[in-house]
């Protein structure tokens, strides 16, 4: 059996990210996973690391 890869994104912070979420809706439209890429979106934008949005569309 393969061994579980190390997350990049630790489980407390899932944990917390999904506190008072409705995980039956996460990836619904508008859901938690939209929020997500939204939030990961400006932050990127606002870091100016423009150019990496362009590789990989949203």
């Not at 506190?19 to 996973?33: C, E, N, S, V």
């Not at 939209?34 to 423009?50: P, S, V």
Request: glycine share 6%; proline share 5%; hydrophobic share 45%.
């Amino acid at each position: 059996m393969a061994t579980r890869k190390q997350p990049t994104i630790s489980d407390d912070l899932l944990d917390q990210l999904l506190a008072g979420a409705d995980a039956k809706t996460a990836f619904a439209k508008d859901g938690l996973h939209d929020e997500l890429k939204k939030a990961f979106a400006e932050r990127t934008l606002n870091a100016g690391a423009a150019p990496l949005c362009a590789i990989a569309p949203l």
